[in-house]
């Protein structure tokens, strides 16, 4: 991780200390936050002058006291607490008790999932502990074990801690339309020290021009540059990218944007975001509402159709209207569908308006291909086009007849 070294000042009211910056930066200010409140009961367990271990409830941390750490037996507990570190990964904890002498150092140990350092690196994780005034301590020295997925440091006293990233992707994931672009930049959560030398401090993430020059290589699913199918990303003038969506949703959705970003030590690093692109099957009238289309067409003429086959002895039949539904909550471009037509049968005593209606899921592909699949069997493909579906081969049925048709659906 980078953190940057640079002069030392203090803030112009002589409070929260300030970072000299690189040329072309405003100064970067410490910024205390507000003490995390507590979330659950606190796992505890006694632990004497023989050492012992304590891990959180949910796994996540766990606390290795040595032998001679301790001169008489202690409650040593740890209790989740709201997490408002800089730059946090996954909870907080507050460790006790507060005040606690050891002889020798205490270990922790943060454990972390895939999920948690999306947008960072795992070399890129660190440990911070919040002082007394609100600000957040750095611990650098620490031991990453990839493969276990572990953060260890070792302690000197118990406090509030939490695992934190000094450079991430922001943001680390992001939801868009087909078409729509999104900006990404490096974030990095400086080092500021402050007057008095000893203690570093972290400072109030911030994108850094600085650390985006670091970043190169960017990539759409392994593709440098990306391509129409999974969209493109860009590097702007700022050296933020910039992500466009392609025009129809892709088949691997959400894509990896990646950068590969260069530690000081040389060491190459990749930072992924997941961009999910929606399906833009249409513009629901509300939030979690189907997206609705009209018939149009059927077999290429408008309605009403009354070209239908029919039996000499048959009434005529003809189609007046239909709607086609298509529900894809979660944007993912698959989904459930259903399908109504209605058509109007001519008799002696009368026109009968009748209707006929399937249901069943859909998927959707690149360059706006569907798929239906039919709630108790058989299946039928269609496109989507500039908010318009046609459907091929669908097996429309009225009283009279059933053949396959194409339908063209136009959006309500």
């Known amino acids: 991780m980078l953190l940057l070294l640079a002069a030392c000042g203090s803030g112009s009211d002589g409070g929260s200390p300030t ?14 936050t507000a003490v995390g409140d507590a979330l659950e009961p606190a796992v505890t367990q006694s632990i ?42 996954g909870g907080a904890f507050r460790l ?28 890129l994780l660190r440990v911070v502990s919040q002082d007394r005034d609100g600000f957040w301590e750095l611990h650098e020295d620490l031991q990453l074990d990839a493969e276990a997925k572990t953060v260890s440091v070792d302690i000197q006293h118990f406090s509030d801690w939490s695992l934190m990233s000094g450079v991430q992707l922001s ?12 900006s990404l930049s490096v974030v990095v ?23 985006r020059n670091l970043a190169r290589n960017w990539s759409v699913n392994g593709s440098s540059g990306g391509n129409a199918s999974v969209g493109t990303v860009s590097v702007q003038e700022d050296r933020a990218a910039l992500y466009t ?62 070209g239908l086959p029919r039996e000499t002895w048959e009434n005529p039949e003809t189609i007046t209207s239909g709607r086609l539904s298509l529900s894809d909550f979660d944007g993912d471009g698959a989904g459930t ?25 859909f998927t959707s592909e690149s360059m706006g291909r569907l798929n239906f699949t039919v ?13 318009t579906v046609t459907i091929e081969d669908y097996p429309l049925t009225t009283k009279n007849v059933s053949v396959p048709a194409r339908l063209q659906f136009r959006e309500n």
């Open 19 to 32: 970072q000299e910056p690189p040329p072309g930066q405003e100064p970067v200010e410490a910024v205390a």
């Open 48 to 89: 004497g002058p023989a050492g012992g271990v304590l891990e959180s409830a949910d796994g996540a941390l766990r606390i290795e006291v040595p032998a001679g750490a301790l001169a008489d037996e202690q409650i040593v507990s740890i209790q989740p607490i709201s997490n408002h570190a800089h730059g946090k990964i």
């Open 96 to 123: 006790g008790p507060e005040g606690v002498s050891f002889a020798v150092p205490v270990r922790l140990s943060f454990r972390f999932t895939p999920e948690q350092i999306l947008g960072t690196a795992a070399p």
């Open 171 to 182: 943001p680390q994931s992001a939801t868009v339309k087909p078409g729509e672009t999104v």
């Open 189 to 211: 959560c400086e080092r500021v020290q402050p007057d008095d030398l000893l203690t570093p401090l972290i400072a109030q993430c911030q994108p850094s021009t600085v650390i």
């Open 245 to 306: 969506a392609p025009a129809t949703a892709p088949q691997s959705n959400p894509v990896a944007v990646s950068a590969e970003y260069a530690e000081l030590q040389g060491e190459l690093v990749m930072l992924v975001a997941n961009i999910r692109v929606q399906s833009g099957l249409c513009t629901p009238a509300s939030p979690g509402a189907p997206c609705l289309f009209n018939l149009a067409e059927f077999n290429g003429q408008a309605l009403p159709y009354e």
């Open 337 to 361: 569908w259903s399908l109504r037509h209605v058509w109007v049968e001519s008799k002696p005593s009368g026109d009968l308006e009748q209707f006929m209606q399937l249901a069943g899921d």
């Open 375 to 387: 709630l108790g069997g058989g299946a039928f493909t269609g496109t989507l086009q500039q908010n």
